[in-house]
């Protein structure tokens, strides 16, 4: 069959999905430099194929400009087409970016954090999905046997997220039924998020032309565990050292660690609709699923919103270069690059107001009376995504952050995106967002 190869440019918009026009690849260098034409109410389209309220109407052309950087070239050498695809900003035709791009939304939240700290950010995203085919024994958690039948799946997905310039870190059989968890070492920027879509994107093409379908729907069944997106953060200064750590401070928080951190807990129940972003993310968010209830801190505790990781070594370089910490509170229902925004002007905000750092939490904050939490500045966050977009209108820092007409068009997105599933009940609603993510 005779075949014209096709890029595929693309972003990850405010649904999460990742969306994009095709190109010869043959004029690649014409359209990494002039684009693809985009249309402002796509931004608008939510996971459900629906058009949300719209400022924009059928006017206004944009252009999608792919980073040439991001490219990917798989040939999974099954016999099946080569996979083509490249990540890229949404700006006017003047070149200036667009107000609802989220990779360029990124992009100012970066430039931000490093004017205001000097810090750069380094970060890894770790994906927990599932297999849509049911095929778990009982009691296979991290099981070798159930790992073995998956096995040839994580090889291949190792593979391929290597050819698409991922550093492939662990594959694991999760604790959850027919779950599973991919990491990958951390990146710089932009490029951690540029990541995290890349792996979605490839892990779902292996598992489809494998014969393993997967999901990463952030929650499945509402008695069951959550697929949660964790994000590890460290920083580096201009030199590229890292500037995460303080073997002298509590915890090991360096004082710009801290506030950042800070930041993080005080903003978070109203950035929380920008991480976990969909009508059953607020499920997956409750207390003793190993996700996160609280905006606490812990320290080594897989039910904080943000929690230290562990350092192996006792050398203190080598724990400076290992030291981060993890939010817990994203999921795959959201752009990589507005989870990471989010996360970098809350932080950013932190070390301007010169916040000190959280007091680090012990106990199962679920037992605490309201009374106790609020005298230690801890909130139980949002528990639905209708309250969660109230927060995130209320608090006028957020328009500061990412701009007035994105925070409108994305309140107008999600409101619209609410309504799809509102009369559903809950095991409907998850089963509607299994079906796209
Ligand atoms: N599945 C949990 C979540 O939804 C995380 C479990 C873990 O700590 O790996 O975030
Ligand atoms: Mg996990």
Redesign the pocket.
Known sequence: MISNPLMFAATSDFSGVTRGKAFPLKEMEKRFRQGVGWTPTNVQITCFDTIAESPFGSFGDLILVPDADTAVTLDLEDGGPVERFVLGDILHLDGDPWSCCTRSILKTALKRLEGVSGLRLVAAFEH?FQSRNPAQGPGEAFGLASFGKHRAFGETVMAALEVAGVKPDTFLK???ADQF?VTNGPDLGVTAADTAVKVRAVTKLVGERMGEPVTFVPIRDPAG????V?VHMSFVDENGAPATYDPDAPWGMAQKTGSFIAGILKYMDSIVSLTAPSAISYT?LTPH???AAYNNLGYHD?EAAVRICPVTSASAESAAKQYNFEY?AADATASPYLVLAALAHAGAQGIEEGLAAPQVTEEDLSELPAAKLAERGLVRLPQSLGEALDRLEENPRVAEWIGAEALDVYLKHKRGELAQTADLSEAERCARYEAVY
Request: proline share 0%.
């Open positions: 927990e999760e604790y959850g968890e565990v959550g697929n949660g964790h997956r699923r190993w996700s897989r817990r």
